[in-house]
C-alpha cells in the first residue's frame, strides 16, 4: 500500500489537472488560462489538462476578487476537491482583490476564504507566467530568485 | 499441456487487455495532438494518470452502495470479457459451448456498471449522460451481437474459437463480410470514441457519466474505457479479421498487437478530425447499421 502510495506522489508531479474557477474576473485572465492550452504553449506535454469537474482535479486555477455572492461556492468547490491538490491564484484580482480591492461587494484575494499555494502576478499575467509559476511548484524548474540581501536594496 | 495453454492465454490476454491499454491510450493521444500540429503527452502519460488517481483522496458525494462497488465490476467485467478472445492461437483460454452469450453478455455489463455508477450518483448531469449512455448502448450492442451470431450461424456452433476456425479456414462469404463492415463502422460507437462520446461529452455535459467519481474509482472507470477501447479492437481484429495466424504462439500475440495498432491509429483519426454527433443522430446512424447486420443473419441462413 505504501508503494503504491510512493508512486502516486511521484506521479503525481507528472499528471496534474486544472480546474479553472472564476470568482468574477474580467475574463483577461481566463482568456490568458486558455492560451496554454493552445498548441503554441501546450501544456499537455508536462501530463496537464483541463477537466471539467471539481472531483477530477488536481489543482484549482481561482481567477477573479472574490465577490460576495461567490464566497460559498468557493468554500463549495475547495471541498469538493480531493486531497492532495494546490491552490494557485491567479492574477491580481485573486491575489489581493486587485483594483477592487476596497469595493462594497469584494470580500478581497482568494487566500481569505481558503489556503493559497502558489500566487502567479500580473494583471493579466502572460501565458508563460503561468507555466512557469506551475512548473516551479510541481519542481519542473528550479526557483531562479535570489535571496535579498542589503547591498541590492541599497541602504 | 491443455492445462498450460489455458494458464498461459490467459495471462497474455490480461497483459494485453489491462496493463498494456494505457500505452495504446498514449499512443491515441499523440497522434492527436500531432494531428493538432502540439507536441503532446509522453506515452506513459495515461500510466501517470491511473498511478495519480489511485493516490488521490476518496470521496464519498453518496452513501449509494451501488456508487460504491459498480466502477469495479466494470474492471472485473473486462477481464472476464478479456479471456474469451483468442489471440495467441485459434482457441481463446476459456472455450466452452455458449461462450458467445457470455461475452455479449460480459461486454454488456461493463456499459452497464458505468450507468449504474453515474444513476446513483445524484448528479443531473451524470442523469443525463446515463440516460444517453443507455441509449446508445441499447442501440449498438445488437450490431456486435448479431454479427457474432452470424458467424456463429456459419460456423453450425455457438463457440468463439469455432467461428474463428471456421473463418480462418473458409474465408469470408457475403453474410461475414457484410458483417465485417458493420462491426467496423460500429467500433467508435463501441468504444465511445469521438463521434459518439455523447454520454460524457466534456463540453457540453462536464464528463456526464464520470463526474461525482474521484480517486481509485475514477481511475478505475478510467482504466476501463482504455481496456474498453482494445477489447474491441482485439473483438474486430482477432474475430472479424483473423488472417495471418501461424503456429507459433509468440508470432500470433505480435501480428495482434500490430493488428490492434493500426486500427486504433485509424480510430484516432477519425477522432480528431470529426465532430461529435446528437444523440439522436446517432441513433440513427446505429439503427440503420443494426438492419444491415440484420440482413447478414438472412444471408448466413441463405448459405451466403
Not at chain 2, 41 to 59: A, F, N, R, V, W
Request: net charge positive.
Amino acid at each position: 500500500m505504501s508503494l503504491l502510495k510512493k508512486l502516486a506522489q511521484k506521479a503525481l508531479k507528472k499528471s496534474i489537472w486544472i480546474f479553472h474557477v472564476n470568482t468574477g474576473a474580467c475574463n483577461g485572465c481566463d482568456i490568458e488560462l486558455l492560451d496554454i492550452f493552445t498548441p503554441f504553449y501546450d501544456i499537455e506535454r508536462f501530463g496537464m489538462k483541463a477537466v471539467s469537474s471539481p472531483r477530477h482535479a488536481d489543482a484549482l486555477v481561482i481567477s477573479g476578487p472574490v465577490t460576495r455572492p461567490t464566497v460559498d461556492f468557493v468554500k463549495a468547490v475547495y471541498d469538493a476537491t480531493p486531497e492532495p491538490k494546490i491552490v494557485i491564484a491567479l492574477g491580481s484580482c485573486a491575489i489581493a482583490g486587485g483594483i477592487w480591492f476596497d469595493s462594497y461587494n469584494v470580500v478581497g484575494g482568494v487566500d481569505k476564504i481558503i489556503p493559497v499555494n502558489l500566487y502567479i502576478p500580473g494583471c493579466p499575467p502572460r501565458p508563460e507566467a503561468i507555466l512557469f509559476g506551475i512548473a516551479q511548484a510541481l519542481g519542473i524548474s528550479k526557483k531562479k530568485i535570489k535571496p535579498i540581501v542589503a547591498q541590492q536594496i541599497g541602504t | 499441456m491443455k492445462l498450460e495453454f489455458t494458464v498461459a492465454s490467459a495471462f497474455v490476454n490480461l497483459f494485453i487487455v489491462l496493463i498494456l491499454s494505457p500505452l495504446f491510450d498514449g499512443l491515441t493521444r499523440k497522434v492527436r495532438a500531432l494531428i493538432q500540429s502540439r507536441v503532446g503527452p509522453p506515452p506513459l502519460q495515461s500510466y501517470y494518470d491511473i498511478l495519480k488517481l489511485m493516490g488521490k483522496e476518496d470521496l464519498k458525494s453518496t452513501i449509494n452502495p451501488l456508487f460504491r462497488l459498480s466502477p469495479y465490476m466494470s474492471v472485473v467485467s473486462i477481464a472476464m470479457a478479456s479471456l474469451l478472445i483468442p489471440i495467441g492461437s485459434l482457441t481463446p483460454p476459456l472455450n466452452f459451448w455458449g461462450d458467445i452469450f457470455l461475452f455479449i453478455y460480459v461486454i454488456t455489463v461493463v456499459g452497464i456498471a458505468i450507468i449504474i455508477t453515474a444513476s446513483a450518483s445524484e448528479n443531473p448531469f451524470a442523469y443525463i449522460g446515463a440516460s444517453r449512455k443507455m441509449m446508445l448502448h441499447l442501440s449498438v450492442e445488437p450490431i456486435l451481437a448479431i454479427a457474432l451470431i452470424t458467424g456463429a450461424i456459419n460456423a453450425g456452433s455457438f463457440k468463439i474459437g469455432d467461428i474463428v476456425k471456421w473463418y480462418y479456414t473458409n474465408g469470408p462469404n457475403v453474410s461475414m463480410v457484410l458483417a465485417t463492415v458493420c462491426v467496423f463502422f460500429s467500433l467508435q460507437a463501441l468504444i465511445g470514441k469521438i463521434p459518439f462520446d455523447i454520454s460524457e461529452a466534456e463540453q457540453e455535459l462536464a464528463e456526464g457519466v464520470l463526474i461525482e467519481l474521484s480517486g481509485p474509482k475514477y481511475a478505475c472507470v478510467k482504466w476501463t474505457n482504455m481496456s474498453r477501447q482494445v477489447l474491441f479492437c482485439l473483438v474486430f481484429t482477432q474475430i472479424f479479421i483473423p488472417w495471418p495466424f501461424t503456429d507459433y504462439f509468440l508470432i500470433n500475440v505480435i501480428i495482434s498487437l500490430l493488428k490492434i495498432t493500426v486500427l486504433l491509429f485509424i480510430s484516432s483519426l477519425i477522432e480528431a478530425l470529426n465532430p461529435r454527433l446528437r444523440i439522436d443522430q446517432a441513433l440513427k446512424y446505429n439503427l440503420t447499421l443494426a438492419l444491415f447486420s440484420l440482413t447478414s443473419v438472412f444471408l448466413a441462413l441463405l448459405r451466403l
